[in-house]
């Protein structure tokens, strides 16, 4: 009997044991995840690790970068080399090709204009970037297209005869180019986007409002 007794106090000794194991082990198991946990948490806060919400603006923002820039370059490209060809009295399919470019990468760039504008506003706040763009960026490109359009379609003179179109008038809008092109650099390149003083004596227009820029 008491042998018997005492074997089961040993067994039951044996069972509290691994019960006490298990539940230490548990607990260290426990532990160990909260503390992963909170090295996770500590680290994200160090990092600054962006939530999907952020990521996502983030790739929003970088997509309207790359498209704006691109419509930029593309329509600059094309006024380049409708001026080159033209310049050059290229045959005249060439000629207007580029002309029809332009005009399709115009079209395009005032579409986007006002939400360009808008998307700067958002993307870019107190960077001035939107007012740079309204009244430094698009007066340019309005300028040189209305120069362009002069030459492409001289005016019609009272004896119903059309000014000729001289290239070298064309040899004037080079600097002008020149200056949106760096111009265009900055304002991509840069934080504030304030641009360069480029030579350009070709005639500016003027918006009636900051908020309104001219439309070409």
């Keep these: 009997m008491v042998v018997s007794r005492t074997g089961r106090i040993l067994d039951n000794i044996k069972k509290n044991a691994f019960v006490a194991l298990i539940s230490v082990l548990a607990g260290i198991v426990i532990g160990a995840g909260n503390i992963a946990d909170s090295i996770t948490k500590v680290r994200s806060l160090i990092h600054h690790e962006p939530t999907p919400l952020a990521l996502a603006l983030d790739n929003a923002k970088g997509e309207f970068s790359r498209r704006i820039s691109g419509d930029a370059w593309v329509r600059l490209y094309w006024m380049r080399t409708y001026v080159a060809r033209a310049e050059r009295e290229a045959p005249p399919s060439d000629i207007n090709e580029a002309w029809s470019k332009y005009a399709d990468s115009t ?35 309005v300028d040189l297209h209305d120069a362009l359009v002069d030459f492409r379609y001289p005016t019609v003179s009272k004896n119903g005869k059309r000014g000729a179109e001289d290239p070298m008038e064309l040899k004037k809008l080079e600097p002008c180019i020149d200056a949106l092109n760096v111009d265009l650099f900055i304002f991509v390149t840069t934080q504030s986007g304030v641009p360069a003083a480029g030579k350009c004596d070709i005639k500016k227009k003027q918006s009636p409002s900051a908020k309104v820029p001219a439309i070409e």
């Design 107 to 141: 079209a395009q760039w005032n579409g986007d204009l006002m939400a360009n504008y808008q998307a700067l506003e958002q993307y870019y706040p107190n960077s001035g970037k939107g007012d740079v763009f309204l009244s430094h960026i698009q007066p340019q490109f």
